[in-house]
């Protein structure tokens, strides 16, 4: 199976009332524990990947990792560029093979961000890449920026006609509450459908895209906590939450933060239990056994694109 664009996955997800998983990637185990656990769902995937990832791990080790996993899965799966700050790392990651960018211009006025996103998707539709734009501004933490709550703002409807007819792109990430990172909500987590039903209605048929995604599964906030680590309060987006929006027009789910959670616990409970371990393999198990487990669990219970590949 060759690398897929984000089209056909989409126009099914939306069709069928479901979401398509976006899994960060960052390493190995990593990459292992998201492809083998949609394998044993037969789920298709979009493997993303951050500007910080590709500093971290560099492009052609994550590509022909990538490219294994596929080799491996026999899967459709996207391989995505997380939040493109710029043009030219559109660009790079195009030239370098992934079949779907994100360029982030949600910091930027309605304009810059309208010219920004039409560059990159002149080059990219070119080439048979798909491109995800944001409008509207999440807050909480994301690679090296901390957006504070106050410089967040909400999508506003009556923009993204225009926004979507200008430029071309081919999703659009909104804001309607969500944040990045493992502390989403300070009291009640509420979250703003009366947006996206809105956006939904004048975009009909278009591909949603929900970032800030995570749910901060408390079992694993808890096992962090519990082997030594220190996370109070964190809180992500309830899992009931996230099914109502990928049954309305959000086709694409965003999740690193739960990896995140997942691969540490199980690290950290390693070597709590195990403290004379020092073979990488050994403790590396855990976390990709734990990163599988919570792809299955995201696949099935948040998702539903079981049996969708
Ligand atoms: O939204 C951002 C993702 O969680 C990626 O995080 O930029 O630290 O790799 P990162
Ligand atoms: P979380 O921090 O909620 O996992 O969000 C990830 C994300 O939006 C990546 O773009
Ligand atoms: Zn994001």
Redesign the pocket.
Known sequence: MPIVNTTEMFKKAYEGGYAIGAF?VNNMEIIQGITEGAKLENAPLIL?VSAGARKYAKHVYLMKMIEAAIQDTDLPIAVHL??GPDFETCKSCIDGGFSSVMIDGSHLSFEENIAVTKKVVEYAHDRGVTVEAELGRLA?V?DDVKVSAEDSSYTRPEEVEEFATRTGCDSLAIAIG?S??AFKFSGEPKLRFDILEEVSKRLPGFPIVL????SVIPSYVDMINQYGGNMPGAQ?VPEEMLRKAASMAVCKI?????LRLAFTGELRKHFAEHPDHFDPRQYLTDARDGIRAMVRHKIVNVLGCNGKA
């Open positions: 960060n993303q997380d939040h909480g994301e969500t990045h990172g970032h800030g995604a995570s992500g965003n999740i690193d933060s739960d």
